[in-house]
């Protein structure tokens, strides 16, 4: 069993930079992919970004350019960097680990965390 624990969402004003944190316990992390979703409210949880085990990145539209994923392997963490944030990105972000290739649809995932809030304003 993997758990999950995120860290690092907060408020911010469109423009700005948020840098979050995700650390796994429980599992063998080097050989996990990692990914990044996101919820706002009134809407379903949407893939952000995901690296596979080798590295191999994936990232939506809106997202790229402006968001960078990166893993850690010997301290078990995933980073989501966010420049440029709009208001738009405000919505609780969630990671994930599954034991498969990059994916980007929720029930690919097996393990989650409990999610951290970002907040943009305008």
């Known amino acids: 069993q993997v758990q999950l624990v995120e860290s690092g969402g907060g408020l911010v004003q469109a423009g700005d930079s948020l840098r979050l944190s995700c650390t796994a316990s429980g599992g063998t992390f080097r050989s996990y992919t990692m990914a990044w979703f996101r919820q706002a409210p009134g809407k379903e949880r949407e893939f952000v970004a995901t690296i596979g085990w080798l590295g191999f990145t994936r990232y939506t539209d809106s997202v790229k350019g402006r968001f960078t994923i990166s893993r850690d392997n010997a301290k078990n963490t995933v980073f989501l960097q966010m420049n440029s944030l709009k208001p738009e990105d405000t919505a609780v972000y969630y990671c994930?680990?599954?034991?498969?290739?990059?994916?980007?649809?929720?029930?690919?995932?097996?393990?989650w965390g409990q999610g951290t809030q970002v907040t943009v304003s305008a």
């Open positions: 994930a680990a599954n034991q498969g290739g990059p994916a980007q649809t929720t029930n690919e995932y097996a393990f």
